[in-house]
Nanobody, 115 residues
Framework: VQLVESGGGLVQPGGSLRLSCAASGFTFSSALMSWHRQAPGKERELVAS????????NYKDSVKGRFTISRDNAKNTVYLQMNSLKPEDTAVYFCRSVYRAFESWGQGTQVTVSS
């Protein structure tokens, strides 16, 4: 199993970023996918999740209305569109898969929101 995140970077408050996570090594369309983040000195937290078919999504309260999780099962890729970014969104963002009770994590991508 391999998960490779991309799309992080430095953005000003109010800006947007789209994170991507390319997956391989398992049946992607059958996996629950999610994005998590970890800020310095804080625990890793769930940001958003999406079911295998893409019909069920869940979000952390503080990102509802600003972030959108989606997936393209033909490309084995899950996305996180982040709009109206705030300084408190600064963190390393990780992609996670759960397939047949096996859990895998990507290496993370840094998102920094600062003026």
């Amino acid at each position: 199993v391999q998960l490779v995140e991309s799309g992080g970077g430095l953005v000003q408050p109010g800006g947007s970023l789209r994170l991507s996570c390319a997956a391989s090594g398992f049946t992607f369309s059958s996996a629950l996918m999610s994005w998590h983040r970890q800020a310095p000195g804080k625990e890793r937290e769930l940001v958003a999740s999406i079911s295998g078919g893409g019909t069920i999504t869940n979000y952390k309260d503080s990102v509802k209305g600003r972030f959108t999780i989606s997936r393209d099962n033909a490309k084995n890729t899950v996305y996180l569109q982040m709009n109206s970014l705030k300084p408190e969104d600064t963190a390393v963002y990780f992609c996670r898969s759960v397939y047949r009770a096996f859990e895998s994590w990507g290496q993370g991508t840094q998102v920094t929101v600062s003026s």
